[in-house]
């Protein structure tokens, strides 16, 4: 029996939302109009996508829980263990459809291109709008500087993450409706200060802050995240002998 693409949105969103993810759903011919097709999806226009995005809340409800009850021996990055096990239990969920799922930090092998953009996919989901350069009405930077654009949450503004795509080969959409994403950094001069804050000062946090936010990041998530990779490993040894961080649910 064909699959409804509604039912498969619940399915996802009964998974990931109560481990602080969202899910956002778009049409593979939306993602497509607005790149080169070097970085083309190569699925049918209707085909129903996911963007998944980490909100503030993740680090706290899969995270920390995931990194207790499993051994990290630091071959991968354990935040990518921790999204991809995530990843895993949706499609576990799909024993019927074929689910593909590509992650942010994916690229393909020999040119290094990355397989999804995951801020053009989570603007045309609706989810946050991805701001660049060639949204000001004045460019004020150099033609050859390069200016990298950014996605802004109209609930988190820059404290999340993409993560990546699922992408239901076998399911269609076609009466999808697509959404905008809200326009929150709506004047020139709020765009030219956050694509500078996050392109300049990317390291003080603060283009994350371009709006009034519900939820940012704690503390405790901002040390971990500004900890270089190969340091990470006593932070993690220290979640781990907190007896409260423990979850058996995962
Ligand atoms: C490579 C990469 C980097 C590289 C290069 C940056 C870059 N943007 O190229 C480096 C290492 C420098 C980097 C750094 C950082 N990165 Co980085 N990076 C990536 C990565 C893996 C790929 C980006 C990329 O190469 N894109 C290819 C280029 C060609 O895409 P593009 O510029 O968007 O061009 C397309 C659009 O313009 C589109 N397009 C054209 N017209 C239109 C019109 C519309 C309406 C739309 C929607 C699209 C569209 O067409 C073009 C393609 O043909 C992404 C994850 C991912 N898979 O997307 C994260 C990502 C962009 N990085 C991210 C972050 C947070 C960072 C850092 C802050 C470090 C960090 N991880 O904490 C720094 C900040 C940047 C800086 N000041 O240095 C986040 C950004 C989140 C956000 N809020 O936007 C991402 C999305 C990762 C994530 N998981 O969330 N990064």
Same mark, same amino acid.
């Given at each position: 029996?064909?699959?409804?693409?509604?039912?498969?949105?619940?399915?996802?969103?009964?998974?990931?939302?109560? &481990?602080?993810?969202?899910?956002?759903?778009?049409?593979?011919?939306? =993602?497509?109009?607005?790149i !080169?097709?070097?970085? =083309?999806?190569? =699925?049918?226009?209707?085909?129903?996508?996911?963007?998944?995005?980490?909100?503030?809340?993740?680090?706290?409800?899969?995270?920390?829980?995931?990194?207790? !009850?499993?051994?990290?021996?630091?071959?991968?990055?354990?935040?990518?263990?921790?999204?991809?096990? =995530?990843?895993?239990?949706?499609?576990?969920?799909?024993?019927?459809?074929?689910?593909?799922?590509?992650?942010?930090?994916?690229l393909?092998?020999?040119?290094?291109?990355?397989?999804?953009?995951?801020?053009?996919?989570?603007?045309?989901?609706?989810?946050?709008?991805?701001?660049?350069r060639?949204?000001?009405?004045?460019?004020?930077?150099?033609?050859?500087?390069?200016?990298?654009? &950014?996605? &802004?949450?109209?609930?988190?503004?820059?404290?999340?993450?993409?993560?990546?795509?699922?992408?239901?080969?076998?399911?269609?959409?076609?009466?999808?409706?697509?959404?905008?994403?809200?326009?929150?950094?709506?004047?020139?001069?709020?765009?030219?200060?956050?694509?500078?804050?996050?392109?300049?000062?990317?390291?003080?946090?603060?283009f994350?802050?371009?709006?009034?936010?519900?939820n940012?990041?704690?503390?405790?998530?901002?040390?971990?995240?500004?900890?270089?990779?190969?340091?990470?490993?006593?932070?993690?040894?220290?979640?781990?002998?907190?007896?409260?961080?423990?979850?058996?649910?995962?």
């Open positions: 029996m064909e699959t409804d693409w509604k039912t498969c949105l619940q399915k996802v969103a009964g998974i990931l939302h109560e &481990v602080g993810f969202e899910s956002h759903p778009f049409k593979i011919a939306w =993602y497509n109009m607005n !080169k097709p070097i970085f =083309y999806l190569d =699925y049918a226009e209707d085909t129903l996508a996911v963007v998944i995005i980490s909100t503030p809340a993740m680090y706290e409800k899969a995270f920390k829980p995931f990194i207790c !009850k499993r051994d990290c021996l630091g071959v991968k990055d354990p935040i990518d263990e921790c999204i991809e096990h =995530y990843f895993a239990k949706v499609k576990e969920a799909f024993p019927e459809n074929e689910v593909i799922s590509i992650h942010d930090y994916e393909h092998g020999g040119t290094r291109r990355p397989k999804v953009l995951v801020q053009t996919a989570a603007h045309v989901a609706g989810a946050a709008r991805y701001y660049q060639s949204d000001l009405t004045t460019d004020p930077w150099e033609e050859k500087k390069k200016i990298f654009g &950014v996605s &802004v949450h109209p609930k988190y503004g820059g404290w999340f993450a993409i993560r990546g795509v699922l992408i239901f080969k076998d399911v269609l959409c076609s009466d999808l409706q697509r959404k905008e994403p809200p326009d929150v950094v709506p004047t020139d001069e709020l765009k030219k200060e956050l694509l500078e804050r996050y392109n300049f000062h990317w390291q003080d946090w603060s994350r802050d371009i709006i009034p936010v519900e940012r990041y704690s503390e405790e998530q901002k040390t971990y995240f500004s900890t270089l990779p190969k340091d990470r490993l006593q932070l993690l040894n220290s979640l781990k002998s907190d007896a409260s961080n423990i979850d058996n649910t995962l």
